[in-house]
């Protein structure tokens, strides 16, 4: 190695590594955002006003993280913390089921009510060629609900060489803080005549890490996961078999009252399509997928046991389809399809004095204390039409309409647990019903959207929709001591209004949006109006934000940002909704030369006072922190990163984490303080 090189390598090591950087490739309003340094020297970041697209290998930047905290790297998606692991996804003040999450055509939901397995915590990113993350209702092909966003995660099928057999992927990390460790990689094997096999894996460890006062946080976990694909590809034809699995062990939540010794979800899934030409009709894809989550939770196994022991196991299963067909005819390409959705989740609380805990893991029914999901299923069937059409050379219109029937039922409402009451009576008390007979909901949605393109580097767009998202088992179902489902809850219904520019100017580009979305029948989880219980009620909501992102380059110097802010009214109560986030944003510099490059990153928030005292855990302070990155190309096919978090060592939170119930002293759980990481990724 010359003097030169082993100069740039230190120089990458001691300034560390890596984050985002991009490539611009334009469509309509989505621009491809890619944040290799290595392989996109001459690109600045972009990102459209409604979408954007990220290679999975550069999400985030310490090794091991949770899938919501790594997507906090894309301009506007943030997220709340419970612990290192099964972080709570936000994109416009919204989360849970008013974001979708799709992995490979397939839905996930997870088994605990107290959310600590979220999708984003089970989906492969790992393996994933692409993950685009969509801000607003941008499309009604996505599946019901999805009013906030939708994060997809897709797939290619493999560009098979006849030269060259096998392919692969490795990456490897570690990090200081807490001691963080992931191990994965992936392989594709050319079976011969179209067929193929890929194989991938993943281990993540962390121990709990330490805020930036030195106090320790309870955020250990380990995690491991497989899987496997059996496909084919050819002559306009791609069909493939995916059998996945993943394991979440020791899992430590400071921000609930229980930790997670294991959680375990299995994956099936079918997908595929094939072009035609029978007239306008193009091309036919469709997917089925079924997914099953086990998961665990109690006060004892890995925290000391108070005087009394719980211990609740849930399941949650979902199954799935999709069919798609595909139409061109003149100026118009369309698509019209059919999906079908249906989730059942099953979780049944148990209690007993310490001694009592062999019971417990028996799961004997005489200890059964709540029915917290009582078998509720929610069965939802979609059809629904897409088309954008070239009105002129300068001016598109895009535009869709969707139908959901939506079917829901409770087949335990009616049974009563050995230490307690039946949901039905806790559902009489609170709204005077029962959860006996089916509610069954016919939800439209649908959008519009017109995009111009006022010369060669600047578009704008301005587009209305309407989607409609129905309660989920959660919000219609659940039970246990003070919290209280509805099953008579309306589905909400998004109003939303975005207007948006788009300027790419070759060595800088701005993208800016501005939204406003009415909600008639917002769903509230209410801890205000009933002293002691939770409960869940319809309210009138106004939500609106601006999302600006903007970057330039010039002679291997990038300058890029972006800032989104977000504001939430419950118009009924007159009051803010809860778990809105700040202002906030981040502002990076980096120089490359050659093979390396290093770089600076403020992450920064204001403080947020406009909150729900009743849910949210307070206000929080805003706060600005450096980190330092940088990487250096060892060769063509081997990239060495590493980098500083949180140089300074600030202590602070996210507004939208929970509570630390660990800690008095702590109003919120802690981010984690200085982190240095170093990481290896290599294609062979």
Known sequence: ????????????????????????????????????????????????????????????????????????????????????????????????????????GSFTFGACPNRMDPPTAMASFYRADRVIVEKGYASVTHGPGGSGGTVILERDAPDLDPESPFSGEFSTGLSSNG?????????????????????????????NYKDGSGETVRSSFDQKSAGVTLGYVGEGVDLAFDAEYDLAEDLLYPGAGMDS?????????????????????????????????????????????????????????TMGGKLEAQLSFGATEA?????????????????????????????????ARFLIWPD??????????????????????????RYDYVRAEADKAGATPALGVSPNTLYNA???????????????GGLLRLEHELNADTLLFAGLSRSVRTADATER???????????????EKHHQLDLGVQMDRGAWYLNANAYADWVDDYILRDQFSVAGTTIYRNVSARLAGVEIAAGWERDGWEIWGDATYTYGENTTDNRALAQIPPLQGQV???????????????????????????????????????????????????????????????????????????????????????????????RF
Request: net charge negative; proline share 4%; hydrophobic share 35%.
């Open 179 to 207: 001691g963080n460790f992931d191990l994965g990689g992936r392989i594709t094997v050319d079976l011969g005549r179209g067929f193929y096999m890929k194989a991938a894996g993943q281990l993540k460890s962390a121990d």
């Open 376 to 401: 509720v299923t929610i069965a939802q069937t979609g059809l629904y039409f897409e088309a954008r059409t070239e009105l002129t050379n300068a001016t598109r219109l895009k535009y869709g309409v």
């Open 477 to 491: 179902a659940i039970t246990q001591m003070g919290w209280v489902g509805n099953p008579d809850i309306n589905p």
């Open 588 to 682: 990076s510099m980096a120089y490359s030369q050659d093979l390396w490059r290093a770089g600076a990153r403020v992450n920064w928030a204001t403080k947020q006072d406009r909150i729900d005292p009743s849910r949210d855990p307070g206000t929080t302070s805003g706060f600005a922190t450096l980190d330092l990155f940088g990487s250096y190309e060892l060769s063509t096919a081997t990239t060495l990163r590493a980098g500083v978090n949180n140089v300074t060592d600030e202590t602070y939170a996210n507004h939208l984490s929970r509570t630390n119930l660990f800690d008095a002293q702590l109003t919120q759980v802690n981010e984690p303080g200085r982190t240095i990481y170093v990481s290896l990724d290599a």
């Open 261 to 317: 010794p294991r959680d375990e979800t299995t994956t099936y899934r079918l997908r595929g399509g094939f072009d035609v030409d029978w007239g306008a009709l193009t091309r036919i894809e469709g997917t089925l997928y079924h997914s099953a989550v086990d998961h665990e939770m109690d006060n004892y196994s890995l925290r000391p046991v108070g005087m009394m022991a719980m211990r609740t196991p849930a399941t949650s299963n």
């Open 335 to 367: 698509k019209v399809g059919f999906d079908y959705q249906s989730n059942t989740r099953d979780a049944t609380a148990y209690a007993g004095m310490p001694g009592m805990i062999p019971m417990l893991e028996a799961e004997d029914p005489s200890r």
């Open 1 to 104: 190695m010359t003097r030169q090189k082993q100069l740039c390598l230190g120089t990458a090591i001691l300034l560390l590594s890596t984050t985002s950087n991009a490539a611009l490739a334009q469509d309509g309003n989505a621009t491809a955002f890619t944040l290799d340094p290595i392989l996109v020297k001459d690109d600045v970041i972009a990102d459209a006003p409604m979408s954007t697209i990220v290679a999975p290998a550069d999400l985030g930047t310490a090794p091991a993280q949770d899938g919501a905290e790594a997507l906090r790297s894309v301009p506007g998606v943030t997220s709340g913390r419970m612990g290192g692991h099964g972080l709570e996804l936000v994109i416009r003040g919204q989360q849970q089921n008013q974001i979708n999450v799709i992995d490979a």
């Open 430 to 444: 609170q709204y005077g019903t029962n959860f006996n007979n089916a509610r069954e909901e016919h939800n439209f």
